[in-house]
């Protein structure tokens, strides 16, 4: 499984690993030559010096590599906020919900992890908040070794592998929550996770004060599924038809449109039970983006990748072009698109590249 093979250490790191193997060998040749020759009084010298420079030791090397500290992990939640407006368009249910969980999320003694459940149609932003998210809470963002990006379909692509995945799974989870409580979990494609991992999930979401030693409650899951994706798609849809606009769509609304067919049992969905349990803290509706979004998403693109310096460079005609390369629903009207801002990029690169 990839999770488990991760290469944990950079160059850097392993350098300072044969650094912490070098203290190792002093501890023990101090001891060694305490304990037969010296007096009980010298065998607490020599272990209150080595761990003294194993302190020392540690602060050092958490100022150059990434330590579970503050230096490593926290978030400004003002920056969050700000990142997030300029940077996700159309989503209107998404921004105030996420930042306000996790900025509650983030107090000294939180009563559970936090679990919060992305729902929507393909690149309607799913990836990218969670994206923004590791940024900001992590200095290393998405390269932080205590944020895990889990893809079902990668992870997890047998049925018949099931009880050994969910062993995996649990003594991975452990481990990286002992290594750093404040670990971020994103599990993305989760409608597509076999239904035995899911229970493997759940005592980690639950309100344990601690679990075989290991306290989880300031873990942080985001759950990423289109489960519901076509549910919200119609309400937004509909929305449009009778010409209101999408931000009079209430969080509220959205919740139940995802919530209630689970909880009646209708569609068989994978967080039924974490649902009648209680253990998912928020539902995060992502709507459909109209040809509008998808059209500052290209401009954000051309820019990030170089073809232009800034945005007011770029002619409408030439954003039109590529937002014409992707596919748009429904019949007739040709509003909303079907891959959001997801594909964007490739199209990018095959206008831009024509000669
Ligand atoms: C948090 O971010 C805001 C906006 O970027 C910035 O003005 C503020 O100084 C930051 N606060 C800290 C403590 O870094
Ligand atoms: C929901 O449906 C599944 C099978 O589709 C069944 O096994 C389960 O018992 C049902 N749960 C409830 C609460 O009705």
């Not at 305490?34 to 080595?50: H, K, W």
């Not at 979990?185 to 597509?192: A, C, L």
């Not at 509003?335 to 095959?350: N, V």
Request: charged share 25%.
């Amino acid at each position: 499984m990839k999770i488990l093979h991760r290469q944990r250490h950079d160059q850097s790191s392993s350098m300072i690993f044969r650094k912490d193997y070098t203290l190792l060998i002093i501890y023990l040749s101090l001891s060694l030559v305490s304990g037969e020759f010296m007096t009980a009084g010298v065998v607490a010298v020599g272990s209150a010096i080595s761990a003294g420079l194993l302190a020392g030791f540690n602060v050092i090397n958490c100022m150059i590599n990434e330590c579970c500290t503050d230096r490593w992990v926290s978030t400004n939640y003002t920056d969050l906020k700000l990142t997030l407006d300029a940077k996700l368009y159309g989503q209107h249910l998404v921004i105030e919900p996420v930042v306000k969980h996790l900025k509650a999320h983030g107090k000294d003694n939180p009563s559970k992890a936090l679990a919060l459940s992305f729902h929507g149609w393909t690149g309607t932003g799913k990836n990218y908040v969670s994206r923004i998210v590791a940024e900001k809470m992590f200095a290393k963002g998405m390269k932080s070794k205590f944020v895990h990006l889990i893809s079902a379909t990668k992870e997890f692509p047998h049925k018949e592998m099931v009880p050994f995945y969910k062993d995996k799974l649990r003594d991975f989870i452990e481990a990286r929550v002992k290594e750093c409580p404040r670990s971020f979990f994103i599990f993305d494609e989760m409608d597509k996770m076999p239904p035995g991992i899911i229970d493997t999930l759940k005592p980690y979401l639950d309100f344990y004060e601690n679990l075989g030693g290991v306290d989880y409650r300031k873990a942080t899951f985001f759950f990423l599924s289109n489960t519901a994706g076509n549910d919200i798609a119609e309400r937004t849809i509909t929305t449009w038809t009778n010409n209101l606009d999408r931000e009079t769509i209430k969080l509220k609304e959205m919740e139940e449109v995802i919530r209630l067919p689970a909880l009646n049992n209708k569609s068989g969905l994978w967080h039924s039970e974490l649902i009648l349990k209680n253990l998912i803290t928020a539902y995060v509706p992502f709507l459909p983006l109209e040809r509008r979004h998808v059209k500052q998403c290209i401009k954000d693109g051309l820019v990030h990748k170089g073809y232009y310096k800034s945005e007011d460079e770029i002619s409408d005609a030439k954003v039109q072009e590529i937002a014409d390369e992707l596919q748009y629903y429904p019949e007739g009207v040709l509003i909303f698109s079907t891959t959001g801002c997801k594909r964007i990029h490739e199209k990018i690169d095959l206008i831009m590249e024509e000669i």
